[in-house]
């Protein structure tokens, strides 16, 4: 994993670029997390409570899909 985000992530983000990220794993979730701060500019899309329960709180907004598959993941896009 990385130790720290990459620049063009970190500039992207700066400016407003990346607006959310789909989480799939409580793995990336926790990466994420850890490399996140602060974190209140990012919203979080999850497949499942178990991936939001890893990515911790202070995130800008965090939707969990009603299923664990990718259609619902999806689903909770078209709803910000």
Same mark, same amino acid.
């Given at each position: ?10 500039? $992207?983000? *700066?400016?407003?670029?990346?607006? #959310? ?7 990336? +979730?926790?990466?994420?997390?850890? %490399? ?13 409570? $178990?991936? *939001?329960?890893?990515?911790?709180? #202070? ?7 009603? +299923?664990?598959?990718?259609?619902? %993941? ?7």
């Amino acid at each position: 994993p990385y130790a720290a985000l990459p620049d063009d992530i970190k500039a $992207a983000l *700066a400016e407003g670029k990346i607006q #959310g990220v789909l989480l799939y794993s409580p793995r990336s +979730a926790a990466i994420l997390s850890g %490399l996140m701060v602060p974190r209140h500019s990012l919203r979080l899309f999850c497949l499942s409570e $178990a991936v *939001a329960q890893a990515a911790g709180a #202070g995130w800008r907004d965090m939707r969990v899909a009603a +299923a664990p598959n990718e259609n619902s %993941l999806l689903e909770c896009l078209s709803k910000v």
